[in-house]
T-cell receptor
Framework: GAVVSQHPSRVICKSGTSVKIECRSLDFQATTMFWYRQFPKQSLMLMAT?????????EQGVEKDKFLINHASLTLSTLTVTSAHPEDSSFYIC????????????FGPGTRLTVT | GESVGLHLPTLSVQEGDNSIINCAYSNSASDYFIWYKQESGKGPQFIID?????DKRQGQRVTVLLNKTVKHLSLQIAATQPGDSAVYFCAENSGYSTLTFGKGTMLLVSP
């Protein structure tokens, strides 16, 4: 099956710093990647949709200047949390889709971000 | 039995029982639905999907039922095993090929 990786799996950063999370599709080219955020005991909330080579589309209420998304290649998307605050602490999960006509998404293992 | 916690409903079953996890979806125009399993600290794992032109689909030990009239989806797990313990989410295609996830149900399987 399709494999999606994320790096790092866990990261702790200080308030006010920025942290970058990478999402890679290992065995297929992803035309679209998605970034989700998940708080404890809650569901996945879509943050943004990212198509290779174009600007990401952010969901309502998600600050695009705070959560910078870059999808420079068909196998890599990055999410940068800028000026992190403790309330940004969460589980960030990416997914990838290789066919715009398909609904199926392959999920990464997630990145646990803790802001101190 | 089934109980509702602060955020996540929980279904507790004995090993070997059949489990039924329910999901109500919101968008009558949704045409594709997926069930995911999420273990603690991991990303969601695909279990089974169903398109809106079907009302039942079976996989290995799992069956998904779709009732479009009442916008209800269920996941049946036969002969539940301790390894099935996880949080289960339904997701619907909410337009533009994005997925909207349900609130999730925690399944606890006792040996």
């Amino acid at each position: 099956g399709a494999v999606v990786s994320q790096h790092p799996s866990r990261v702790i950063c200080k308030s006010g710093t920025s942290v970058k999370i990478e999402c890679r599709s290992l065995d297929f080219q992803a035309t679209t990647m998605f970034w989700y955020r998940q708080f404890p005991k809650q569901s996945l909330m879509l943050m943004a949709t990212s198509n290779e080579g174009s600007k990401a589309t952010y969901e309502q209420g998600v600050e695009k200047d705070k959560f910078l998304i870059n999808h420079a290649s068909l196998t890599l998307s990055t999410l940068t949390v800028t000026s992190a605050h403790p309330e940004d602490s969460s589980f960030y999960i990416c997914s990838a889709r290789f066919d715009r006509g398909s609904y199926e998404q392959y999920f990464g293992p997630g990145t646990r971000l803790t802001v101190t | 039995g089934e109980s509702v916690g602060l955020h996540l409903p929980t279904l507790s079953v004995q090993e070997g029982d059949n489990s039924i996890i329910n999901c109500a979806y919101s968008n009558s125009a949704s045409d594709y639905f997926i069930w995911y399993k999420q273990e603690s600290g991991k990303g969601p794992q695909f279990i089974i999907d169903i398109r809106s032109n079907m009302d039942k689909r079976q996989g290995q030990r799992v069956t998904v039922l779709l009732n479009k009239t009442v916008k209800h989806l269920s996941l049946q797990i036969a002969a539940t095993q301790p390894g099935d313990s996880a949080v289960y989410f339904c997701a619907e295609n909410s337009g533009y090929s994005t997925l909207t996830f349900g609130k999730g149900t925690m399944l606890l399987v006792s040996p």
